[in-house]
């Protein structure tokens, strides 16, 4: 598709943009482009349309922007694109979607992002004088065709990393690695993902050394299936060992089984379901546990309830997750977590994120006490009955309600 913005060409907007009454403005159209983490470079979209005024708060536009993005099967990612139109261009709305490969150069990703804006933006244009036009022309020669895909659907990654810093009485030295598999379609998500960190730190004190090795690795294995617009099930498998956790060898797996309120084709924009699922696992022990084990067969179940928003007023998410073991209910957690970003009004937010935990169930505590050194060290887990961070704020800004200039230039010099 390719397309032309004339300024004073002939308007051609088709089955693009239904008809309507101009509502001469007498200005330029004002927009608010709300595009979060979707677009890592939202400047140049402000050198690039000229046309239209950005502002800094959606209370002055009359077009807000909402932009989202999710992850496609192939590790790639859908950006969606809504219109909302806001003040005299109430009642006008419409959202285009753009898939994008895993590998895509970053400009290719704007420019096709670019020519989805200006779509959007044909029929609110037309409002704004009735001697602006538009010509919008679609080439169907230059559709590519459907190609055969000789990797069907899966797609592999590779990280490697090590790391190294230090001070004269401090070193530490790390190592990582990380390798997924996974194959994603409508129907079904294979994901199979392996973990291993190892971490050497050294501390010089005033009498004496102070060594600090600890390992981690994880595995893990989820098959699941979709069961329409609502509802998916599947199983996990998973394996693992971690020096902190005190745990030397621990495998298991269960089934799981999730609903959805809203379809989840509106995933982009709201979430709000459920999830049940239980596990069984075997798990041994480096140090003997404050239960007097070595090892032990666990039977667990959870409940998860997740809720997410992306609007023009701004986003929230929280996820609530509880657990028990089968065989006591009296050793079980609760996890709290929220995020919320809302405008109040012109230029003023409020900001809050919150994790908060009850946890009864530590059973893999190590019997002996940690000595003050794991405890400041962080080398072992500890004991707790809860967990909690908290952060809230307010953001204000005022001035200018015009966002159009890019200056670039020192951008890092502080």
Same mark, same amino acid.
């Given at each position: 598709?390719?397309?032309?913005?004339?300024?004073?060409?002939?308007?051609?907007?088709?089955?693009?943009?239904?008809?309507?009454?101009?509502?001469?403005?007498?200005?330029?159209?004002?927009?608010?482009?709300?595009?979060?983490?979707?677009?890592?470079?939202?400047?140049?979209?402000?050198?690039?349309?000229?046309?239209?005024?950005?502002?800094?708060?959606?209370?002055?536009?009359?077009?807000?922007?909402?932009?989202?993005?999710?992850?496609?099967?192939?590790?790639?990612?859908?950006?969606?694109?809504?219109?909302?139109?806001?003040?005299?261009?109430?009642?006008?709305?419409?959202?285009?979607?753009?898939?994008?490969?895993?590998?895509?150069?970053?400009?290719?990703?704007?420019?096709?992002?670019?020519?989805?804006?200006?779509?959007?933006?044909?029929?609110?244009?037309?409002?704004?004088?009735?001697?602006?036009?538009?010509?919008?022309?679609?080439?169907?020669?230059?559709?590519?065709?459907?190609?055969?895909?000789?990797?069907?659907?899966?797609?592999?990654?590779?990280?490697?990393?090590?790391?190294?810093?230090?001070?004269?009485?401090?070193?530490?030295?790390?190592?990582?690695?990380?390798?997924?598999?996974?194959?994603?379609?409508?129907?079904?998500?294979?994901?199979?993902?392996?973990?291993?960190?190892?971490?050497?730190?050294?501390?010089? $004190?005033? *009498?004496?050394?102070?060594?600090?090795? /600890?390992? +981690?690795?994880?595995? @893990?294995?989820? &098959?699941? #299936?979709? =069961?329409?617009?609502?509802?998916?099930?599947?199983?996990?498998?998973?394996?693992?060992?971690?020096?902190?956790?005190?745990?030397?060898?621990?495998?298991?797996?269960?089934?799981?089984?999730?609903?959805?309120?809203?379809?989840?084709?509106?995933?982009?924009?709201?979430?709000?379901?459920?999830?049940?699922?239980?596990?069984?696992?075997?798990?041994?022990?480096?140090?003997?546990?404050?239960?007097?084990?070595?090892?032990?067969?666990?039977?667990?179940?959870?409940?998860?309830?997740?809720?997410?928003?992306?609007?023009?007023?701004?986003?929230?998410?929280?996820?609530?997750?509880?657990?028990?073991? $089968?065989? *006591?209910?009296?050793?079980?957690?609760? /996890?709290? +977590?929220?995020?919320? @970003?809302?405008? &109040?009004? #012109?230029? =003023?937010?409020?900001?809050?994120?919150?994790?908060?935990?009850?946890?009864?169930?530590?059973?893999?505590?190590?019997?002996?006490?940690?000595?003050?050194?794991?405890?400041?060290?962080?080398?072992?887990?500890?004991?707790?009955?809860?967990?909690?961070?908290?952060?809230?704020?307010?953001?204000?800004?005022?001035?200018?309600?015009?966002?159009?200039?890019?200056?670039?230039?020192?951008?890092?010099?502080?």
């Amino acid at each position: 598709m390719s397309v032309r913005l004339a300024l004073a060409a002939t308007l051609v907007l088709g089955a693009i943009v239904s008809p309507v009454q101009a509502a001469t403005l007498d200005r330029r159209l004002r927009v608010f482009f709300d595009c979060g983490r979707a677009i890592s470079d939202p400047d140049f979209f402000r050198r690039e349309l000229t046309f239209v005024d950005f502002v800094r708060e959606p209370a002055v536009a009359d077009v807000h922007i909402l932009a989202a993005e999710q992850r496609t099967g192939s590790s790639g990612r859908q950006v969606t694109l809504t219109f909302i139109g806001m003040g005299v261009m109430s009642g006008n709305a419409s959202s285009l979607d753009q898939a994008f490969e895993s590998q895509a150069p970053e400009d290719h990703v704007r420019r096709k992002l670019l020519r989805l804006v200006r779509i959007g933006l044909a029929s609110y244009m037309a409002k704004v004088s009735s001697d602006l036009e538009f010509d919008v022309d679609y080439d169907s020669e230059s559709r590519p065709p459907v190609l055969a895909d000789p990797w069907d659907s899966w797609v592999f990654r590779v990280e490697l990393e090590g790391r190294a810093e230090g001070e004269s009485r401090r070193h530490s030295r790390g190592i990582g690695t990380e390798l997924t598999a996974a194959r994603i379609t409508e129907d079904w998500k294979f994901n199979i993902e392996l973990q291993g960190k190892r971490r050497w730190d050294r501390y010089q $004190l005033q *009498d004496r050394s102070v060594r600090d090795d /600890r390992s +981690e690795y994880r595995s @893990s294995t989820e &098959l699941i #299936r979709s =069961l329409g617009d609502h509802w998916s099930w599947g199983g996990v498998a998973f394996a693992g060992s971690s020096t902190y956790e005190n745990r030397q060898l621990e495998y298991g797996g269960g089934p799981g089984l999730e609903y959805s309120v809203f379809p989840y084709g509106q995933s982009t924009y709201r979430r709000l379901g459920f999830a049940y699922v239980p596990t069984i696992s075997q798990t041994r022990y480096i140090e003997e546990t404050v239960y007097f084990k070595e090892r032990e067969v666990l039977l667990r179940h959870s409940l998860q309830a997740f809720l997410a928003f992306i609007q023009p007023w701004g986003d929230a998410s929280l996820r609530v997750e509880g657990g028990a073991l $089968l065989r *006591d209910l009296r050793k079980h957690h609760v /996890r709290v +977590e929220g995020e919320l @970003s809302i405008r &109040l009004t #012109r230029g =003023l937010s409020l900001t809050f994120d919150m994790q908060i935990g009850r946890t009864q169930d530590q059973l893999n505590l190590a019997r002996d006490d940690a000595t003050d050194e794991e405890v400041l060290l962080r080398r072992k887990e500890l004991g707790t009955d809860y967990q909690y961070e908290t952060d809230i704020g307010l953001r204000y800004t005022f001035g200018s309600i015009f966002n159009n200039v890019v200056n670039p230039r020192l951008k890092h010099f502080n």
